[in-house]
């Protein structure tokens, strides 16, 4: 499994307080970050990513890999890291798949009373994914 992907330039960000947890598939258990086994390089990276956009950068990091290798648990551990910011989860189903924009609904429904936070053109873009 790799995480990559540099912090991209200047941005803002919106944060503070939490929505919903991993949706991980029932019997799985969140891992924290001190659970994880051998995961300490790509929780490096997920730290470097939040101080930086702490300090007023944006970012993103790609988590890939195959089924049960760890993504999940990673990003779950990620989240707990992500003390104070607003995590926003969606997942890939695909009887989904057809239908327009449905992870980008899913993402940005908890937060749809926020829109007036974003610039005007991404505002009025997000509030047509009804
Ligand atoms: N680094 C790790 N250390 C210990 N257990 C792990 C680790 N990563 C994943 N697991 C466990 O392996 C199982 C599959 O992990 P999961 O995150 O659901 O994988 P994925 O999302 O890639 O399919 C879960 O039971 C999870 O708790
Ligand atoms: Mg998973």
Same mark, same amino acid.
């Given at each position: 499994m790799s995480?990559s992907?540099?912090?991209?330039?200047?941005?803002?960000?919106?944060?503070h307080?939490r929505t919903?947890?991993?949706?991980?598939a029932?019997?799985?258990?969140?891992?924290?970050?001190?659970a994880?086994?051998g995961?300490d390089?790509?929780? /490096?990276?997920?730290?470097e #990513?939040?101080?930086? %956009? +702490?300090?007023? !950068?944006?970012?993103a990091?790609v988590?890939e890999?195959? @089924?049960?290798i760890?993504?999940?648990?990673?990003?779950?551990a990620?989240?707990e890291?992500?003390?104070?910011?607003t995590?926003?989860?969606a997942r890939?189903?695909?009887?989904?798949?057809?239908?327009?924009h /449905?992870?980008l609904?899913? #993402?940005?429904?908890? %937060? +749809?009373?926020? !829109?007036?936070?974003?610039?005007?053109?991404?505002a009025e @873009?997000?509030?047509?994914?009804?």
């Amino acid at each position: 499994m790799s995480a990559s992907g540099p912090p991209p330039p200047d941005g803002s960000s919106w944060s503070h307080g939490r929505t919903r947890g991993p949706g991980l598939a029932s019997g799985e258990t969140p891992k924290s970050p001190a659970a994880l086994v051998g995961r300490d390089r790509e929780l /490096a990276r997920v730290r470097e #990513l939040l101080e930086a %956009v +702490r300090g007023g !950068l944006t970012g993103a990091l790609v988590v890939e890999g195959e @089924a049960g290798i760890g993504k999940t648990s990673l990003l779950a551990a990620a989240e707990e890291l992500a003390e104070g910011f607003t995590c926003l989860w969606a997942r890939g189903v695909e009887s989904e798949a057809a239908l327009g924009h /449905a992870a980008l609904l899913e #993402l940005i429904t908890p %937060v +749809r009373d926020r !829109l007036a936070d974003v610039p005007e053109a991404q505002a009025e @873009a997000l509030a047509a994914t009804r």
